[in-house]
C-alpha cells in the first residue's frame, strides 16, 4: 500500500507529468488549482470498475 509521503511518479508506465498534460485537453474548471484537482482525481486514475493500474512509487527517494 501506500504511505504519507510517497511519491506516485508513473501510472500504467506513463509519467504524471506526460499524462496530466495529455489530460489538460479534456478537463475545464473555473480555476488552475480546480483543473488540477480534477486531472488527479478525475482522469488520471479513474478506469473500469475491478480494473488494475500499475503505479511507480518513490519512497523516501527510492523506486520501489
Same mark, same amino acid.
Given at each position: ?11 500504467? +508506465?506513463? #509519467?504524471?507529468? =506526460? ?6 485537453? !479534456?478537463? +475545464?474548471? #473555473?480555476?488552475? =488549482? ?6 488527479? !482525481?478525475?482522469r ?14 518513490i ?6
Open positions: 500500500g501506500l504511505n504519507e509521503g510517497d511519491v506516485i511518479s508513473e501510472i500504467d +508506465s506513463i #509519467s504524471i507529468a =506526460e499524462a496530466s498534460q495529455n489530460a489538460l485537453q !479534456y478537463v +475545464s474548471a #473555473s480555476t488552475v =488549482e480546480r483543473r488540477v484537482k480534477n486531472i488527479l !482525481y478525475g488520471l486514475v479513474k478506469g473500469n470498475k475491478h480494473s488494475d493500474i500499475k503505479l511507480n512509487i519512497r523516501n527517494g527510492e523506486h520501489l
